[in-house]
């Protein structure tokens, strides 16, 4: 299977803010935007499956609305250094391009 292109323009997406993408039943994409950068996480939340781009968002972190776990979007690292799926992100002009890995 191949890897899954998701485009978008980056005005789409609040300056800092987030926006959620639906890429399949399975998968949601939060992308966070902070002027020219953008970057794209899982939207769920791996401590209690809250929507991450529906949280409060400072320009690095974003917070969970469920129970207040926060993930650094650049990083894709929650507390504790918990892993949160991190996608590729390629910006030209005012185009976006996110990548979903196949598998």
Known sequence: MADKTIKLKCDEIPDGGAKVVVVNDRL??????????????????????????????????????LHGFKVDVWKGVGNAGKPVQKFPVEIKGNELKITIPAG
Request: net charge positive; proline share 5%.
């Open 28 to 65: 949601k994409i939060a992308v966070f935007r902070v002027g020219d950068k953008c970057a794209a996480i899982n939207n769920r939340c791996p401590h209690a499956g809250g929507s991450l781009g529906e949280g409060a968002f400072d320009g690095t972190m974003v917070q969970c609305p």
